[in-house]
């Protein structure tokens, strides 16, 4: 995106110099998780053909790779807006992150696509018949047939139509990408020199950036998830997914740090309590989930309204309670023992050991979230080989969005922390009593550790 | 009244000869008077103004043997429990205690009344509808941790105590303003009389001063 | 890029409009240990009573007269002299209720979450922020305590053994209430009084009169600042300030499910506990900066709080407003997107039925003047900022009279449709409790030290060693426990 001609005149440290191998190393690597999981998929689709059982995982991974850019996104105009300490510990990580639309968007076609296909089937089979559940299109509302005979449905087809919903989606990846555009833009100003200007800037586009990302997150994940049961609703759901989506960044931005960075000399001198904030944040996020969670569900289970105690009571039937216990125990009290015992000994590889974790209780939860609308019971993900793209399209999607955040890493070279936004001095210990000249950052003090440099 | 704020204004001034470079024959009166008075002697304090020479204070104390020490601040400082060597994880634990005490008794009394004592239908749901009865778990569980914790701590630390030695120490009101005391006392094995107190003169500090029982 | 010139930067940079005497800093220049603590401690010991403060005062006693009238008259002849009608049986009652609550709220958040976030600017303003909460507290106790009509049998609330048998219903988030608001009264009670002794020791210290030393002698338990005592407190109070923090949550999460557990179109909302809690903060955060302004001009506290403090609360202030715009979006929304006649009736009707008025002042009040705040200019004018808070708290107190009130006159049964008009013994009950908590907090501004003197010392002495390098950014923490950085004390929770 933005070029580096000024680098010469710097005495910083990039990207490359402190973690380039590894990031090759990992876009190496990244592509046989991407072909197993291609491979399982392969496997899925062959052994379910004819139904909709593929595309139902490949639903729920994209929901968490999806969420992962969106989340870094949204986290990044976080840090612009609040500029605490931990956030320079991601930055870069992130900003590669949220470069990551065009490839999410095209992770998004099979999904696009079908919507298209099923404007044109309406569910109906060759002789006219509705198509059973497994089979159908993945948006039930999207079938004209379904729509016309519901009171419910059609009183909402203002907004869930078909149309709409492709109109509405492209128009949330426009968004998006317009703001990580100038996100990244600016910021790579912002390395070229002094300039609290284009820090002004960042700051309020990201202010307002926060809001647009919380409006959207919420529309988008009401057209992807929300409407797989259209006639269930909950208004706390667009958070449910803020929280959902930056607790997901956050886990992975703590692996980054982990495999890529945790034995490298300058890591060593970033005082510990910004890994306890990041430890904090984890506690801040799992307790959020619970928050969250639990009142969603509180409230729909003591209300007992019809249409909304469907959704809740199918996921505390069938063999889905034991999934949701596992939600709880994996994703709230698991998480939630080890952070409040580690707290005060926090660190990066303790942290890592909970976020790798963590990214499996992820996938359960929106797994939770999504599953039971297509399948009565648990048991069928086996009994119908729907398991075998169940792990397969996580690790499709997970390879090559690893592939692609290991590339953007590469290829932008940024310098490892942005030296020039003032409010790095709090954060950057190493020479905090030497402020000399205009081209001595801070982080000549960390050339020590690097043979060389952009 | 005037008299009373001129007090504590910064720049008191101190009865010559308990500085550590006045060795005059008023020094001489006055530590002989001391040992005198020795048997009453509860401990032998240091007063600073700062926090630095406070904490190398305390660190050569430590290692000079002394145990039974204890500084008096206006506010906590940091490392100071590290330099006096003084080292207390009581409070973590009985609130944790607290806390897993409120929490079951909290979830009991629930259980018990709803499910056995007192069983109602209410629309349906299981006697035991657990999700029900989280919120009052967690508001006893955070109830009993906080009582545990203040009542445990004004104990552990003996308060109430409306009277104390320091107290008898004349200037010891800025303990709680700007002044930092280290008090050696009497009862540490280490302490003698003499020793301690030229022990204590070596520190750097403001005055030495004795602090009777 | 060409290096923009400093006097380029500062043209197009919005720059605030500020007296001289007003600094951004955290804690005005030259402060030392002595002088903070005199500061704070002689507005109490040395201060003589201002004629303005006497004025205030009977003025509250007057409020508080009401009060007593008010609370008398519902004791003695029941809430029958209350405007609520079959169909809207929660009216000012629960509307005062929730709205003092709320206010409460912004006072633990500084006093808690900031403290564990390691902003330190909180320091000056805590200790009001805290008395206001258990002031608020006591104010909207007493509207719960007046509603439950036969006050004879309020006990009845508790999980106490009887002769009958019976135990309270524990499914129900109003039992819930009960427990939620007593615990969180005593543990704001719990917390306040413990950040206050180690200042109740200083006002001892520094006290003349005899009598006056033993008062604060007494209260301060004989706290001698010893290093032993520190340590145990420094514990308890992180971990006090750890569990504020998902309490305070769960308070007014609590009250929402009142709401929200009902099936009344307008109350059964999933998205009300988070947005009842931002809601909560707004209308308490328009209420520190209400008090806080006239308060540091009354006691020459400009240099403790400064308009760093008043501009951070101004920018805490657009972020929740934002929130629980987000929330009457999301509202709005739902009511749509149920596809439910009734819900989308309780949206039509809030905009255009018989009190829609009320609905829209209050979009007015909380999502459009609060963007005024964006404005750099705006957030350090202090007549701006007053008024823009008092607005914000109109519109809280709108914004439960809408959901409490405009709700229950139009329910799913259109028999049962009624209105509902206040009566003089709703508003003066409300006024009378603007005299307890006036009254309240005009005694704690002579009485006890307005801002945590223990605290600033520490955050003075940081500020003397360190403040060279953390000038300009609020994650720096003071030099010891208040902040949680030492390890060995205690976790911090987030």
Same mark, same amino acid.
């Given at each position: 995106?933005?070029t580096?001609?000024?680098?010469h005149e710097r005495?910083?440290?990039?990207?490359?110099?402190?973690i380039?191998p590894r990031l090759?190393a990992?876009a190496?690597?990244?592509?046989?998780f991407?072909g197993v999981?291609?491979?399982?998929?392969?496997?899925?689709?062959?052994?379910?053909?004819?139904?909709?059982?593929?595309l139902?995982?490949y639903?729920f991974a994209?929901?968490?790779w999806?969420g992962l850019?969106l989340?870094?996104t949204?986290w990044?105009?976080?840090h612009?807006v609040?500029?605490g300490g931990?956030?320079?510990?991601?930055?870069?990580?992130?900003?590669a992150a949220?470069?990551?639309?065009?490839?999410?968007?095209?992770?998004w076609?099979?999904?696009?696509?079908?919507?298209?296909?099923?404007?044109?089937?309406?569910?109906l089979?060759a002789?006219?018949?509705?198509l059973?559940?497994n089979?159908?299109?993945?948006?039930?509302?999207a079938n004209?047939s379904?729509?016309?005979?519901?009171k419910?449905?059609?009183?909402?087809s203002?907004?869930?139509n078909p149309l709409?919903w492709?109109?509405?989606?492209?128009l949330f990846f426009?968004?998006w990408?317009?703001l990580?555009?100038?996100?990244?833009?600016?910021?790579r100003?912002?390395?070229?020199?002094y300039n609290?200007?284009?820090r002004?800037?960042l700051s309020?586009?990201?202010?307002?950036?926060?809001?647009?990302s919380?409006l959207?997150?919420?529309?988008?994940?009401?057209?992807?998830?929300?409407?797989?049961e259209?006639?269930w609703?909950?208004?706390?759901?667009?958070l449910?997914?803020v929280?959902?989506?930056g607790?997901?960044?956050l886990?992975?931005m703590?692996l980054m740090?982990?495999y890529?960075?945790?034995?490298?000399?300058?890591?060593k001198?970033?005082e =510990?309590?910004y890994?306890r904030d990041?430890?904090?944040?984890?506690l801040a996020f799992?307790l959020?989930?619970a928050y969250t969670?639990y009142?969603?569900f509180?409230?729909?289970?003591s209300a007992n309204?019809?249409?909304?105690?469907g959704?809740?009571?199918?996921?505390t039937?069938?063999?889905?309670?034991y999934?949701?216990?596992g939600n709880?125990?994996f994703?709230?009290?698991?998480?939630?023992?080890?952070?409040l015992?580690?707290?005060?000994?926090v660190?990066i590889?303790?942290l890592?050991k909970?976020a790798l974790f963590l990214v499996?209780?992820?996938?359960l939860?929106l797994?939770f979230?999504i599953?039971?609308t297509?399948?009565?019971?648990p048991?069928?993900?086996f009994?119908?080989?729907?398991?075998l793209?169940?792990?397969?399209?996580?690790l499709l999607?997970?390879?090559l969005?690893?592939?692609g955040w290991?590339k953007?890493?590469?290829? =932008?070279?940024?310098?490892?922390?942005?030296?020039?936004d003032?409010?790095?001095?709090g954060?950057?210990?190493?020479d905090?009593?030497?402020?000399?000249s205009?081209?001595h950052?801070p982080?000549?003090?960390a050339k020590?550790v690097? =043979?060389?440099?952009? | 009244?005037?008299?009373?704020?001129?007090?504590s204004?910064p720049?008191?001034?101190?009865?010559i000869?308990?500085?550590i470079n006045?060795?005059?024959?008023d020094?001489r009166?006055a530590e002989i008077?001391?040992?005198?008075?020795?048997?009453s002697?509860?401990?032998?304090?240091?007063?600073?103004?700062e926090?630095d020479?406070?904490?190398?204070a305390?660190?050569?104390?430590?290692?000079a043997?002394y145990t039974?020490?204890?500084?008096?601040?206006?506010m906590?400082?940091?490392?100071? /429990?590290?330099a006096?060597?003084?080292?207390?994880?009581?409070?973590?634990?009985?609130m944790?205690c607290?806390g897993?005490?409120g929490c079951s008794?909290?979830y009991?009394i629930?259980?018990?009344?709803l499910g056995?004592?007192y069983?109602?239908?209410?629309?349906?749901r299981?006697?035991h /509808?657990?999700?029900?009865f989280i919120v009052?778990t967690?508001?006893?569980?955070?109830?009993?941790?906080?009582l545990?914790g203040v009542?445990?701590?004004?104990?552990l630390?003996?308060?109430?105590?409306l009277y104390h030695?320091?107290?008898?120490?004349?200037g010891?009101?800025r303990?709680?303003q700007?002044?930092?005391f280290?008090?050696?006392?009497a009862?540490d094995?280490?302490?003698?009389?003499?020793?301690t107190?030229?022990?204590?003169?070596?520190?750097?500090?403001?005055r030495?001063?004795?602090?009777?029982? | 890029?060409?290096?923009?010139?400093p006097?380029?930067?500062?043209?197009?940079?919005p720059s605030?409009?500020?007296?001289?005497?007003e600094t951004f800093d955290?804690?005005?220049?030259?402060n030392t +240990?002595?002088?903070?603590t005199?500061?704070?401690?002689d507005?109490?010991?040395?201060?003589?009573?201002r004629?303005?403060w006497v004025?205030?005062?009977?003025f509250?006693l007057?409020?508080?007269?009401?009060l007593?009238?008010?609370?008398?008259?519902?004791?003695?002849?029941?809430?029958?002299?209350?405007?609520?009608?079959?169909?809207?049986?929660?009216?000012?009652d629960?509307?005062?209720?929730?709205w003092?609550?709320g206010i409460g709220?912004?006072?633990?958040?500084?006093?808690?979450i900031?403290?564990?976030?390691?902003?330190n600017w909180r320091?000056?303003?805590?200790?009001?922020a805290?008395?206001?909460?258990?002031?608020?507290v006591?104010?909207?106790g007493?509207?719960?305590?007046?509603?439950?009509?036969r006050?004879? @049998?309020?006990y009845?609330?508790?999980?106490?053994p009887?002769?009958?048998?019976?135990?309270?219903q524990?499914?129900?988030?109003?039992?819930?209430?009960?427990?939620?608001v007593?615990?969180?009264?005593?543990?704001s009670i719990?917390f306040? @009084?413990?950040?206050?002794i180690?200042? +109740?020791?200083?006002l001892?210290?520094?006290?003349?009169?005899?009598? &006056?030393?033993?008062?604060?002698? $007494?209260?301060?338990?004989?706290?001698?600042g010893s290093?032993?005592?520190?340590?145990?407190y420094?514990?308890v @109070? %992180?971990i %006090?300030a750890?569990?504020?923090?998902?309490?305070?949550?769960?308070v007014?999460?609590t009250i929402?499910f009142?709401f929200?557990?009902?099936q009344?179109p307008?109350w059964?909302?999933?998205v009300f506990?988070?947005?009842?809690?931002?809601g909560?903060? &707004?209308?308490g955060?328009?209420?520190?900066l209400?008090l806080? $302004?006239?308060l540091?001009?009354m006691?020459n506290?400009?240099?403790?709080?400064?308009?760093r403090h008043l501009?951070n609360?101004?920018k805490?202030l657009v972020c929740?407003t934002?929130?629980v715009s987000?929330?009457y979006?999301?509202?709005?929304?739902?009511?749509?997107?149920?596809?439910? $006649?009734?819900e989308?009736f309780?949206?039509?009707?809030?905009?255009?039925?018989q @009190?829609?008025?009320?609905?829209?002042?209050?979009l007015f009040?909380?999502?459009?003047v609060?963007q005024?705040?964006?404005?750099r200019k705006?957030?350090?004018n202090?007549v701006?900022l007053?008024?823009?808070?008092?607005v914000l708290?109109?519109?809280?107190?709108l914004?439960?009279w809408?959901?409490?009130v405009?709700? %229950?006159?139009?329910?799913m049964l259109p028999?049962?449709?009624?209105g509902?008009?206040?009566t003089?013994?709703?508003w003066?009950?409300?006024i009378?409790?603007f005299? %307890? *908590?006036?009254?309240? *907090?005009?005694l704690?501004?002579?009485?006890?030290?307005?801002i945590?003197?223990?605290?600033?010392?520490?955050?003075?002495?940081h500020?003397?060693?360190?403040?060279?390098h953390d000038?300009g950014?609020?994650?720096?923490?003071p030099?010891?426990?208040?902040?949680?950085?030492d390890?060995?004390v205690a976790p911090a929770?987030a």
């Open positions: 995106m933005a580096h001609e000024h680098s005495t910083d440290v990039r990207i490359n110099d402190l380039g090759n990992l190496a690597k990244a592509p046989i991407a999981g291609g491979v399982l998929c392969l496997a899925g689709l062959a052994l379910t053909w004819g139904t909709n059982y593929f139902q995982s639903l994209f929901m968490f999806f850019t989340g870094s949204t990044l105009m976080g612009h609040t500029g931990w956030g320079f510990l991601i930055r870069r990580p992130l900003e949220s470069r990551m639309w065009p490839y999410v968007f095209a992770m076609f099979p999904i696009g696509i079908f919507m298209v296909l099923s404007m044109m089937n309406n569910g089979d002789s006219g018949h509705h059973p559940m089979k159908m299109p993945l948006y039930e509302w004209a379904i729509r016309d005979g519901d419910v449905l059609t009183a909402k203002g907004y869930l709409g492709l109109i509405r989606s492209v426009c968004v990408f317009g990580s555009f100038y996100l990244n833009k600016w910021s100003e912002e390395d070229e020199s609290p200007l284009v002004h800037r309020l586009m990201s202010a307002v950036g926060l809001l647009i919380a959207t997150i919420t529309f988008s994940t009401i057209d992807w998830v929300m409407s797989l259209p006639h609703f909950s208004s706390l759901w667009g449910i997914f929280v959902g989506q607790h997901a960044t886990i992975v703590v740090i982990r890529l960075a945790w034995d490298l000399p300058l890591l001198k970033v =510990t309590r890994f990041l430890g904090n944040l984890m799992t959020l989930w969670n009142s969603q509180m409230i729909q289970y309204i019809k249409e909304e105690a959704w809740q009571l199918h996921r039937t069938f063999g889905w309670q999934i949701g216990f709880i125990i994703h709230f009290a698991a998480p939630f023992l080890f952070l015992m580690s707290l005060t000994k660190n590889r303790n890592a909970l499996f209780a992820r996938h939860d797994f979230y599953i039971p297509f399948r009565q019971s048991m069928e993900t009994r119908s080989f729907a398991f793209s169940d792990i397969g399209a996580p999607l997970g390879g969005w690893l592939m290991s953007q890493m590469t290829k =932008t070279n940024a310098p490892i922390v942005p030296q020039f003032e409010r790095l001095e954060f950057w210990p190493l905090a009593h030497d402020h000399g205009n081209g950052t982080l000549a003090a020590g690097t =043979t060389t440099h952009g | 009244m005037a008299q009373h704020v001129e007090k204004s720049d008191i001034e101190f009865p000869g308990f500085g006045n060795r005059g024959a020094l009166a008077d001391r040992a005198q008075r020795k048997h002697v509860w401990g032998i304090t240091a007063e600073f103004d926090t020479p406070l904490l190398n305390a660190r050569a104390a430590r290692k043997g039974r020490m204890d500084a008096y601040t206006p906590p400082v940091e490392g100071l /429990s590290d006096i060597g003084y080292r207390n994880k009581q409070m973590p634990a009985l944790f607290g897993l005490l008794l909290g009991f629930q259980w018990y009344s056995y004592g069983a109602l239908n209410h629309g349906g299981p006697y /509808s657990w999700p029900n009052i967690f508001e006893c569980t955070i109830l009993f941790t906080a545990t009542f445990g701590m004004l104990i630390n003996g308060l109430p105590t030695p320091m107290f008898n120490l004349e010891f009101e303990h709680s700007d002044r930092f280290l008090t050696i006392e009862r094995k280490n302490f003698d009389f003499e020793k107190l030229a022990f204590m003169r070596t520190m750097g500090a403001l030495v001063e004795v602090v009777e029982k | 890029m060409a290096v923009i010139t006097r380029e930067i500062s043209r197009r940079l605030p409009v500020v007296d001289a005497d955290v804690v005005g220049k030259g +240990l002595a002088t903070v005199e500061k704070i401690s507005a109490v010991l040395r201060d003589r009573l004629p303005g004025i205030f005062l009977g509250a007057l409020l508080l007269a009401t007593g009238v008010a609370f008398g008259g519902i004791l003695v002849m029941g809430v029958g002299l209350w405007g609520i009608n079959n169909s809207v049986g929660w009216g000012f629960i509307i005062n209720f929730v003092w609550i709220h912004a006072g633990t958040l500084i006093s808690a900031l403290l564990l976030v390691h902003q320091t000056s303003i805590n200790r009001f805290e008395a206001m909460t258990i002031f608020a006591f104010c909207a007493l509207f719960v305590l007046s509603h439950v009509g006050h004879q @049998y309020a009845w609330l508790f999980p106490l009887n002769s009958m048998g019976m135990w309270p524990f499914r129900s988030p109003l039992e819930w209430d009960v427990f939620a007593s615990t969180y009264a005593t543990v719990l306040w @009084y413990v950040g206050l180690p200042d +109740l020791a200083t001892r210290d520094r006290a003349v009169r005899p009598y &006056v030393k033993r008062f604060y002698g $007494i209260a301060s338990l004989g706290w001698r290093n032993q005592h520190w340590h145990r420094m514990a @109070y %992180l %006090l750890g569990i504020s923090t998902p309490l305070v949550l769960s007014h999460s929402s009142d929200a557990f009902s009344v307008g059964h909302a999933t506990p988070p947005y009842f809690v931002a909560a903060l &707004v209308g955060f328009a209420m520190v209400i806080a $302004i006239p540091r001009e006691f506290l400009k240099d403790l709080i400064t308009m501009e609360c101004a805490i929740t934002i929130f987000y929330g979006a999301m509202e709005a929304w739902t009511a749509y997107y149920s596809g439910s $006649i009734d989308r309780m949206a039509w009707n809030r905009a255009f039925g @009190y829609g008025w009320s609905y829209w002042s209050l009040c909380n999502a459009v609060p005024l705040l964006w404005f705006i957030r350090t202090l701006w007053y008024f823009i808070s008092v708290s109109i519109g809280m107190w914004e439960r809408v959901i409490i405009v709700s %229950l006159t139009r329910t028999s049962t449709w009624h509902y008009t206040p003089g013994w709703d003066a009950q409300y009378g409790t005299g %307890l *908590f006036l009254t309240c *907090f005009l704690f501004c002579r009485i006890l030290p307005v945590a003197m223990a605290e600033m010392r520490e955050l003075v002495h500020e003397m060693h360190h403040g060279a000038h950014h609020d994650s720096a923490e030099n010891g426990g208040f902040s949680g950085s390890p060995s929770h």
